[in-house]
């Protein structure tokens, strides 16, 4: 399977003297469903920006499916769909100029043009506000207009800078169904995002940055499988004044009716649930203290959930 | 290298808000350019006799013409690409495979186009007061071309540097607007002391005014063949200067 987008060694030092990109190193394969995930200030826009040309790269190799950002810069966006985190639209224009507009840019005649702009405002609900101004749209709809200004023209390569930023619950959900058909279908999908449990739903494939350095990379399932344990929130049906001692768990008392528990890699929930027995607790409930992927961020990061969102 | 259908979307969306905007874009000079036929023209200039064999209204048409092609040029471009950086819609452009080419050639091409409508607009207006001589029509309307080019691509220079709507009408209100009255708009140079006519040469606004005059009435203060050299070589200085910056992506990215 070819590469979709292969950096090497890229390197970004802004005027201010900030190194922003400390000579990252990254391969997403076509078909993927990529995520990049990082805090604020990781180097995610800027990563993005290099990419999509609206940021110059210090140094180092951008290459989309085998262009060089440097030598062929017009193959290598004409492949690439961006729908970047804050809205970008001239604001008078109605919302099917402007991904008609767009599809020009790209390439695709006027005519066109009109009819793939159509079917993507079709499958994006927008249809019916195809003569709106886009400063009437709703802060969804301008996010779902972002996303058909980026397939009009066909892309082979989306790339989706925090697209459910903001966004409600039901749209979202939405959002997540039709990027993973559009990912079946064969588009290559490059997401960051601030959702963990997005990553987690959604993607094949992650890299966690940080501070202008990638961290790891590694398919979600194999990075899953690095969890060495977990924390449980637990609500019981009596009024606690301490915390149980367990034998094997670290049991911490949180408020009179919930406890917290740390769950290790060789220990299950079984086990746990014995062991609350034998202490004559009964458990009403149960959650994660964090999304599995949060806390695996937390662990690589070092830092707060706060962070991140 | 340009990419033929992005340059045609580029000019159709300028169009598109030329017309969108037409109170501000093609009414005002309209109504502007009736008075000045009215007050300079009729009242004024009925008083003051022939001027170059001609008489005031019809001398003054042609500068007329071109100051608001000039203005119009310039104020569209800049306007046009400065609200697109404001608003970050020229991302738009800057993601997609459009050369620096394209994109310079369809926004000056916009206001090319602009600064024709209005100029026909001044002809119909002057029309309706005096007989509107043409003497040399091609010579006219290459000058007219070639202007309207060279303060696009001046309008899209400033709209590369500013960073507020101010910095938009700095040049227009302050160099542009007082170059254009002192190009010999309403005078013909002649009419100076020999001290101003010397400093009035260099204003180079006086040659392009001065080929549009003998385009139309065939009488010129100075060589039209000056200022048609004058507008072709400040357009290709001008057109390589806002290559190069594009290119490095000067305003636009970081």
């Known amino acids: 399977m070819s590469q979709a987008l292969t950096i090497e060694n890229l390197v970004k030092v802004y005027q201010s003297g900030k190194m922003a990109l400390k000579g990252i190193n990254l391969s997403i394969a076509e078909g ?37 950002i440097d030598d062929d810069i017009l193959k290598a ?46 499958q994006l609900g927008l249809w019916e506000k195809r003569n ?60 960051t995002t601030h959702y963990l449990e997005e990553v987690e739903i959604l993607c094949k494939n992650v890299a966690i940055i940080d501070n202008g350095e990638i961290l790891v990379e590694k398919s979600v399932h194999s990075l899953l499988g690095d969890l060495t344990g977990e924390t ?54 149960l959650r994660n203290k964090f999304n599995r992927l949060e806390e695996l961020f937390i662990r690589l990061t070092g830092h707060t959930v706060e962070d991140i969102t | 290298m340009i990419n033929w259908v992005a340059l045609k979307t580029i000019v159709r969306k300028e169009c ?9 874009t093609l009414l005002p000079p309209a109504i502007t350019m009736s008075l000045y036929f009215v007050i300079f023209g009729h009242v004024i200039g009925s008083r003051i006799g022939l001027v170059d064999g001609y008489n005031y209204i019809q001398f003054i048409a042609p500068g007329l013409v071109m100051m608001t092609v000039i203005l119009n040029a310039y104020a569209n471009v800049s306007a046009s690409f400065f609200s697109a950086k404001f608003t970050h819609s020229v991302q738009e452009l800057m993601v997609a495979p459009v050369s620096e080419w394209t994109i310079l050639l369809g926004y000056t091409l916009g206001g090319v186009i602009r600064g024709l409508m209005v100029g026909a607009v001044v002809m119909v207006v002057a029309s309706l007061f005096t007989h509107v001589p043409i003497q040399h029509f091609f010579s006219m309307l290459v000058i007219l ?74 009488v010129a203060d100075v060589s039209p063949w000056v200022g048609l050299s004058i507008s072709i070589g400040a357009s290709v200085f001008f057109a390589m200067l806002c290559y190069g910056l594009l290119k490095r992506g000067k305003g636009l990215r970081t």
């Open chain 2, 145 to 218: 071309l070639i202007s309207a080019w060279l303060f696009s691509l001046a309008g899209f220079f400033n709209a590369l540097f500013a960073n507020t709507f101010d910095d938009i009408s700095i040049i227009p209100n302050f160099v542009l607007t007082p170059l254009t009255y002192l190009g010999g708009v309403f005078y013909s140079i002649q009419a100076l002391p020999p001290a101003w006519q010397i400093v009035a040469h260099f204003n180079p606004i006086l040659y392009l005014m001065n080929g549009f005059r003998y385009g139309m009435l065939g």
């Open chain 1, 77 to 122: 966006k004409q492949l690439i769909g961006i729908v970047p985190q804050e809205f970008n639209f001239n604001i008078f224009m109605k919302t099917l100029d402007i991904v008609v507009t767009q599809a020009g840019y790209y390439g695709v005649p006027y005519r066109q043009a009109k009819e793939q702009a159509e079917a993507c405002l079709q």
């Open chain 2, 16 to 24: 598109v808000r030329i017309f969108r905007i037409w109170p501000q």
């Open chain 1, 232 to 285: 449980l929130i637990l609500d019981v049906d009596s009024i606690l004044l301490e915390a149980p001692k367990l034998e094997h768990f670290a049991c911490r008392l949180i408020s009179p009716d919930s406890l917290e528990v740390d769950l290790l890699e060789h220990q299950t929930v079984n086990d746990l649930f014995q062991a609350l027995d034998a202490a004559g607790i009964r458990i009403l409930s």
């Open chain 1, 132 to 191: 709106d101004v886009v400063r009437s749209l709703s802060g969804g709809m301008k996010r779902r207009l972002m996303i058909a200004r980026a397939l009009v023209h066909q892309p082979k390569l989306l790339i989706l800078d925090e697209p459910t930023a903001g966004v409600d619950i039901e749209l979202r959900r939405s959002l997540w169904v039709y990027l993973e058909k559009l990912n079946q279908q064969g588009l290559t999908v490059l997401l």
């Open chain 1, 32 to 68: 993927d469903f990529f995520a990049l995930l990082g805090p604020n200030g990781a180097g995610k826009s800027t990563f993005i920006g290099i990419v999509s040309s609206l940021v110059t790269k210090t140094s180092g190799s951008v290459r989309v499916f085998g262009h060089s």
